[in-house]
């Protein structure tokens, strides 16, 4: 999904990877990936951005996505006032998945979309 995005685009996509193969099912993984796809698409849809950065970083306790641009930004906090489904979409997505979603933007200074889920322990 991020090499394509950076060949249609054009925008270098940064990238720093943890393994978290081994922390969630099936079904929270794809809420994972949609999250992170619909982060993708707003970047490219509305961002302007030249920069990306993806990093999924885990520890014994959580796993923590952070998505960032160097885009035009948007108010945060008008955002899913003003219809922003795909936000709703990502919150909703998280909140099944028992974790935050913050979104950090403003108006030409870029977004920051940081998720933390926490990492269930099985005894």
Not at 27 to 40: G, K, N, T, W
Not at 51 to 56: C, F, G, N, S, V
Not at 65 to 86: E, H, K, M, P, Y
Not at 92 to 113: A, C, F, M, Q, Y
């Amino acid at each position: 999904m991020i090499d394509s995005a950076v060949q249609s685009s054009g925008i270098a996509i940064e990238r720093k990877l943890d393994s978290a193969d081994d922390v969630f099912s099936s079904d929270a993984a794809a809420h994972l990936y949609r999250v992170v796809q619909e982060s993708l698409n707003n970047i490219l849809k509305h961002s302007g951005a030249t920069w990306a950065r993806i990093e999924l970083e885990r520890d014994l306790r959580e796993v923590l996505l952070q998505v960032r641009d160097n885009g035009c930004g948007f108010d945060a906090g008008t955002a899913n006032s003003a219809g922003g489904i795909g936000l709703r979409n990502m919150t909703e997505r998280v909140h099944i998945l028992g974790g935050k979603l913050k979104v950090d933007s403003e108006p030409n200074r870029g977004t920051r979309i940081e998720v933390t889920i926490p990492i269930l322990q099985t005894e």
